[in-house]
């Protein structure tokens, strides 16, 4: 049994990509690990400081989601609610130069699309630095991330390494990325990944008619224009998605095959992908549907609660390797 953490911003509500790509395989992981699931809330200020409302009002649709979708043998908990963490991001911020962050080269990607010049928050450069911190509170050997993580982690542990060199302790772990095998998922317009802010997702949360209005809107072939041409597939959304969510592959096989000879048409593919689509998001909505505000709070709390004690602990020992640790010397 290892120990899982990992972790994502309040900025909005979890879609078919996020579905694909993590939610899945954080199921599977929770029955067979120690599961922690952050709310990065802390993380999510650094770059929305000005809109502390948009973060704080998708903690709570971000939880509904997580438990909707069955998470609930994992330890969810609010990141800005265990102060340790911030406790321990202060000591590490000595660990790390201005120079290595600024080449992280996710945070560099991030800043020029934002467009951050002189304006960069000095949270937001830093954040990697607070991620290391999310990641050794509760001690994690592993933490299951897109590849844009892969620097994040490399960074937690140089700082691991560092600490322990410096302080001559063997106290912090060093921890892996385990990277979803699932590829990005692409939107509906087939252009770009799928993400809330290019209005092109299909949410967890949609209602059913949202759900079939949006794959009536997917990309297919422009040049497939009568059922009995024949069809690409390549780039075909349609496909895109059947490839990811329907687990007949031998079916989508046939159909693609069909679909390139000719004679399969875009509604029929819709329809067949917006009933398995349904019957994947279906049961979300049940189970979501059943959840009251009281209940996504109490889980929240109590997994907040589980992680403090765990956190202090890790930061009581960090403090100690440094030497601060005055008041236990008596
Ligand atoms: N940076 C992650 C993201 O943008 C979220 C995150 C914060 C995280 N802390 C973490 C992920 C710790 C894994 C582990 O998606």
Do not use: W
């Not at 609930?72 to 660990?95: C, G, H, M, R, W």
């Not at 020029?112 to 002189?118: D, P, R, V």
């Not at 844009?148 to 982690?153: F, L, S, V």
């Not at 100690?320 to 640790?325: K, S, V, W």
């Amino acid at each position: 049994m290892a120990i899982v953490l990992t972790g994502d911003r309040p900025t909005g509500k979890l879609h078919l990509g996020h579905y694909a790509g993590s939610l899945i395989s954080r199921k599977v992981l929770q029955d067979q690990h120690t599961q922690y699931i952050m709310i990065a809330d802390t993380q999510a200020l650094t770059d929305n400081a000005s809109d502390a409302a948009k973060v704080t009002t998708n903690v709570y649709e971000l939880a509904a989601d997580y438990l909707a979708v069955g998470l609930d043998k994992s330890t969810i908990f609010i990141q800005s609610q265990v102060p340790a963490i911030s406790e321990l991001a202060i000591y590490y911020l000595n660990l790390v130069s201005i120079a290595r962050l600024q080449r992280n080269p996710t945070v560099k990607s991030e800043i020029q699309q934002k467009g951050y010049s002189e304006d960069l928050p000095a949270g937001f450069l830093c954040y990697p630095v607070s991620q290391a911190a999310d990641i050794t509170s509760v001690r994690a050997d592993i933490v299951p991330a897109g590849s844009d993580q892969m620097p994040m982690i490399e960074q937690t542990n140089e700082i691991v390494r560092k600490f322990n060199r410096l302080y001559n302790s063997e106290y912090l772990k060093e921890a892996s990325i385990y990277l979803s095998a699932v590829p990005r998922l692409t939107g509906l317009d087939g252009k770009a990944k799928m993400s809330k802010s290019l209005g092109n997702a299909i949410y967890l949360a949609d209602e059913p008619e949202e759900i079939k209005r949006k794959v009536f809107l997917m990309f297919t072939d422009p040049d497939h224009l009568k059922a009995s041409d024949p069809g690409r597939v390549e780039g075909n959304v349609v496909f895109t998605y059947l490839d990811a969510f329907h687990s007949d592959t031998e079916y989508v096989a046939e159909l693609k095959a069909h679909y390139q000879r000719g004679g399969l048409g875009d509604v029929t593919i819709k329809n067949i992908l917006n009933d398995r689509l349904q019957q994947i998001i279906g049961p979300i909505r049940e189970r979501r549907a059943q959840l009251s505000k009281d209940m996504i709070y109490e889980k929240l709390l109590e997994g907040t609660q589980k992680v403090q004690l765990i956190a202090q602990q890790t930061v009581e020992e960090v403090k100690a390797a440094m030497g601060l640790n005055y008041f236990k010397k008596y």
